[in-house]
């Protein structure tokens, strides 16, 4: 354990003393939540990032200890376990490294080797490897024996290579220098598959393609594996450019088995031993674990973007408790209406059918305003889908008709939206409720807070990654959850109107516990105080201690409950009343009083500086919401469809994904546009999430329409003059660093750069729209 600390120690560039005692606080049960805000004395500050990295190396290493213990039981119950050998296992870092190790001593079904060893030809291997200058027939004769399975002297000398290509297989440091050697300079060709060229048209860029392994990014890397995984590419690793690719690595593998032909009678046999144990046994195995790494790669930095896009999401500003309209569009269906009252509660339903084929459009804006003017509605939230344009339209002449209303009207994602509606969470919300009707009530909700409405959605279904479905869905879903769990406990909860989804991702608390709060809050009124939850069923110290200050409680008989500050620090704050003479009530949001106090004065052997002072920051901004003022993008009258389009038109949008390549951005035409990486800013951007976050509110200019594919290219530079007119066919190639496939040359033969590909005539290629078209989809 002391070498685990050390590891993640150096890793986090942080002492041994904090990581162990967070690794102890981890172990006991706290939350990274709760250790990052409550613990910040114990840990010496790390913060939720550092933690979490903590927490998954932790993990790893842990697996690795127990899998370290496991292979060294194992090789010494075969009496093989030398100290040499137990030094370098216990030095290993990594599982790779230590299967390497592993793998000469593997229990494995009867390899030819094996067999060849039982017939007596391990001598005759080893005499041949060690004096070349022996012919290797008129040694092989010595061997033969056909009681042993030996016919001949070339079955002997089969038998002696087979020994040897499996000891060239499996020695470990011979091993990790070809593994290195091939991430470095390996070069992946996939190719389309005989007949599959019509049926697999949107893999057209990888059908004749090639780029450097190392070089590959997340998304090329998964549309290529997707493509081999449907039946339309194969994907093959060469060991290097040139004529001869595997010339290096046969190299590798005979310097580290002193293998040169020198013209003695046994060169040319081990020369060809050592040409089959790459090919055969080597490269075998390294295609494969290097096209699984460069899988892993791509896996986790889709699962990285995924996380910050959904971060973004969850974090964007709520519009607040005021009774609001959602209004879910539709066409020959008619459009969903719901009303929820300031807390969410439903107050109304409806359906109208303002749009074709009835054309209900005065009826419609009638009835309501009618649900407008009864429950008080502020706000009306419109889903971005099919016919939301029109349905917006319809809410502006609702809104331009009746002032005396004071509404506003937003479109807002409804990513989810419908997973929502035919969920369990939904069925017990909303018993009795038609579930078409449902996805007007989320579209309503997650206006006033989206993190209160999306948490209700399993996060994968809300739709802001790419290439989804392709990663490990455990570790997406670990890592989504830690961000929808950091994301909540950040803002904090409203004890008292939080439903069950929501209070669920609370620091201590799962979906049990959360049902009892929401059970006993309904049984007896609102909670006045954070000390009453220790009256709910099964909500025992432990719960309290993790939980209690990511929960408030507005008006009830404990200030401080409305805060963040946590019940086990309130004897802080009663030392500051009595030092300044004032109630915890006046305290509260007097910035210049506060200011006037010196933390030290209030620390003690429990609480030391970072909690003082955060408590002091608390009490001048009370449960303060780290999310940003609530503000809307305002699409352009008469841009309704990608046909009103027009190059050089500057629009606003609102970003609702961000990928490795670029920006989508919804501009109002029912189709988002791309803003490519190299058309973020005028600057050289290696992470698009430098520039840009889901929700973010940015103006563009339309560089390039294409009608047919529906594919709007976008740039924030604002200088940059257009591409061309609003046409159809072959818009928008793909530009900057991530050009098409087809336009990235690879090195050229003998490894040396080839000529730069001419530059691309447009802003988005083909392959980067399907790539984008999928990433969407997920």
Known sequence: MTKIIETIAQELSARPAQVEAAVRLLDEGATVPFIARYRKEVTGGLDDIQLRHLEERLGYLRELDER???????????????????????????????????????????????????????????????????????????????????????????????????????????????????????????????????EGNKFSDYFDYREAVAKIPSHRALALFRGRNQGVLTLELLAGEGDDPDAVCRGLVASRFEVRPQGRPGDDWLMETVRKAWRVKLMTRLDLELKHRLMEAAEE???????????????????????????????????????????????????????????????????LADLAKAHDVKLVSIGNGTASRETDRLARDLITGHPELGLKSLVVSEAGASVYSASEVASKELPAMDVSLRGAVSIARRLQDPLAELVKIEPKAIGVGQYQHDVNQTRLARTLDAVVEDCVNAVGVDLNTASVPLLAQVSGLNRGLAENIVQFREANGAFQNRKSLMAVPRFGDKAFQQSAGFLRISDGDEPLDASAVHPEAYPVVRRIVEKTGKTIADLIGEGTILHRLDPKDFTDDRFGLPTVKDILAELEKPGRDPRPEFKTAQFKEGVETLKDLEPGMVLEGTVTNVTNFGAFVDIGVHQDGLVHISALADRFIKDTHEVVKSGDLVKVKVMEVDLDRKRIALSMRLGEASQGGNGRGRAARGGGRDAAPAQRKPRTQGGQKGPAAPPPSGIMGGALADAFAKAKKG
């Open 68 to 198: 370290r213990v496991a292979v060294l039981k194992s090789i010494e119950e075969q009496g093989k376990l030398t100290d040499e050998l137990q030094a370098e296992i216990e030095a290993a870092e990594t599982k790779q490294r230590l299967e390497d190790l592993y793998l000469p001593y593997k229990p494995k079904r009867r390899t030819k080797a094996q067999i060849a060893r039982e017939a007596g030809l391990e001598p005759l291997a080893d005499a041949i490897l060690s004096d070349p200058s022996q012919s290797p027939e008129t040694l092989a004769e010595g061997y033969v024996d056909a009681a042993k399975g030996v016919a001949d002297g070339a079955a002997a000398l089969e038998g002696a290579r087979q020994i040897l290509m499996e000891r060239f297989a499996e020695d470990p440091e011979l091993t990790g220098r070809l593994r290195d050697h091939l991430w470095e300079n390996g070069i992946l060709v996939s190719r389309v598959v005989e007949g599959q060229e019509q």
């Open 301 to 367: 930095e889709a699962i990285r973007v995924f996380g910050l896009n959904l971060k973004a999401l969850l974090l964007a500003a709520p519009a607040g408790r005021l009774p609001t309209m959602g209004l879910d569009p539709g066409l020959r269906t008619g459009v969903k209406v719901a009303v929820v009252d300031s807390t969410g509660k439903v107050a109304a339903t409806d359906t109208i059918y303002p749009h074709a084929p009835k054309k209900q459009w005065d009826a419609s804006i009638v009835r």
